[in-house]
């Protein structure tokens, strides 16, 4: 099961890849290499779809297609996409977040002021609740 069913995990790196590259931002989330990997990694996990088929060789399924090479190519995926995400979790925070670098650099978010916006719209949906349950 771990390499036999392959459609929705190479549907799914296919699509994330492809995502990537059509990124038009002047500085993207992702390199565009990372959208290219992740359609080869898709790929490369293709042929484990064949283990039920083959008793031996390349493509049973201790074989070098269809255990090692998908095997070997999600390590690889996984190590990157980790690194990947957590420079784009840190490049967001620090564009959001106030800090002594970075694009936003003393322009933080007012919390205070997004929680009394948010405090006011919920005391109208509480009137407007209040007004349609007396007319009811």
Known sequence: MLV????????????IGIAMLQDGREAPIFPRWAGWLNIVVGATWIPGTFIVYAKHGPLAWNGLLSWWVPCASYLVWMA?????LLKAVDREESEVLPGPTGPAAGRGVDYQLQLDVLRADLGSLR??????????
């Open 4 to 15: 036999g069913v392959t459609f929705t995990a190479v549907l799914q790196v296919v699509v």
């Open 80 to 84: 990157v996409m980790t690194v990947l």
């Open 127 to 136: 009137d407007e609740i209040g007004a349609s349950s007396h007319h009811s």
